[in-house]
C-alpha cells in the first residue's frame, strides 16, 4: 500500500500585524470575495490529486470562526479534512500539535509526507504542488517553496541611511508549503521540543537544525503571506479576479 501526503494548515496565529484594535476576527477567518480566507487555501491545497487529506491547526478560541470557513469548502473537498487539532503560542509549537495530531490516528493511516502550510497564504498553485510532490516521491526529506531574490538589498542603519549593500546571489524567500517525509519532521519537532529550542520560525530551519537536507523548489509570487493590511487589500483584489462561477 502506498502511504498518503497529509495537508497541515496552520491557522492559529492571532494576525497582530494586520488587526487593528476593533478589528477581533484573525486574518485567516476574514472574507476574501465573499469567502474566509481558509477556506480559499483548503481548497487550493485539496484541489492536488496528490494530497490525500488536511488537518488545521486553529487557536482554541476560534471554533466558530472555523466551522464557518469549513461551510464555505466545497462539499467534496470538506470530507478531506480531518478533526482539527488545537494550536500553541507560536508557529512552531502549532505545527508540532498538528503533527501529533497526525500521529496520533490508526498506523495505517499515518502519511508518508506532509505539506506544512499556512493559512495565511491563500492562493497556492497547482504547479508548486507538482514540484514539491515530485521532489518528495524521489526521496526528498525536506523541501521547501521559494522565491529567488531579485531585489538589490540594502542594509540600513537606524537612522534610515545605507550601510551597505548585501550580495543576492544565493539568497531566496521562504515560502510554505514546506514538505517532507512525516516521520523525521515529527522527530525533529520532538527533539526541539524536548531542548526548549523554540525559536524556529519556519520547519526547514527546524529541519536543518536537526540535520535533515532541505531542497529548494521555485514558488509562485501569487502565494505572498498575508501579513499587512496592504497584504489583505492585494488579496482580496486577487480573490475578486478569481472568483468562481455561480453554478459551482
Ligand atoms: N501561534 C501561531 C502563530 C502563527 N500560526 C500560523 O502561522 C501562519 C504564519 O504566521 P504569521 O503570518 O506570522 O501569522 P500570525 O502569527 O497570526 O501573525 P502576526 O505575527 O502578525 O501576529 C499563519 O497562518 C498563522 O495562523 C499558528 O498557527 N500559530
Ligand atoms: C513559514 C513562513 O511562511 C516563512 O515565510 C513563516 O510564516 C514566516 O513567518 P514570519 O515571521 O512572518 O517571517
Redesign the pocket.
Known amino acids: 500500500m502506498t502511504r498518503k501526503t497529509s495537508a497541515l494548515i496552520?491557522?492559529?496565529?492571532?494576525?497582530?500585524?494586520?488587526a487593528d484594535p476593533q478589528d477581533r476576527c484573525?486574518?485567516?477567518y476574514l472574507a476574501l470575495d465573499g469567502r474566509p480566507m481558509l477556506a480559499w487555501t483548503l481548497e487550493a491545497i485539496l484541489q492536488s490529486p496528490h494530497v490525500a487529506d488536511a488537518l488545521v491547526?486553529i487557536h482554541a478560541d476560534d471554533g466558530g470562526l472555523y466551522e464557518a470557513s469549513l461551510a464555505a469548502v466545497q462539499p467534496a473537498m470538506r470530507e478531506r479534512i480531518l478533526p482539527p487539532a488545537i494550536?500553541?503560542?507560536?508557529?512552531q509549537?502549532?505545527v508540532h500539535a498538528g503533527l501529533e495530531s497526525l500521529a496520533s490516528r490508526p498506523e495505517e493511516q499515518l502519511p508518508a509526507h506532509v505539506l506544512v502550510h499556512?493559512?495565511?497564504r491563500p492562493f497556492l498553485m497547482a504547479v508548486t504542488l507538482e514540484r514539491m510532490t515530485d521532489a518528495l516521491q524521489a526521496g526528498g526529506q525536506a523541501v521547501l517553496a521559494a522565491l529567488p531574490v531579485h531585489d538589490t538589498l540594502k542594509r540600513a542603519g537606524p537612522d534610515g541611511y545605507a550601510t551597505g549593500t548585501v550580495d543576492r546571489s544565493g539568497l531566496w524567500a521562504a515560502q510554505t508549503p514546506q514538505g517532507f517525509a512525516f516521520e523525521p519532521l515529527l522527530g525533529a519537532h520532538r527533539r526541539a521540543a524536548a531542548q526548549g529550542q523554540n525559536h524556529f520560525t519556519d520547519d526547514t530551519s527546524l529541519a536543518e537544525w536537526a540535520g535533515m537536507r532541505v531542497q529548494l523548489v521555485e514558488g509562485a509570487a501569487e502565494t505572498f503571506?498575508v501579513?499587512t493590511r496592504a497584504d489583505l487589500e492585494r488579496a482580496r483584489a486577487m480573490a475578486a479576479l478569481m472568483r468562481r462561477p455561480v453554478s459551482e
Do not use: Y
Open positions: 496552520v491557522a492559529a496565529g492571532r494576525g497582530t500585524r494586520l484573525p486574518k485567516q491547526v494550536g500553541g503560542a507560536t508557529r509549537a502549532s499556512d493559512a495565511a503571506k501579513t
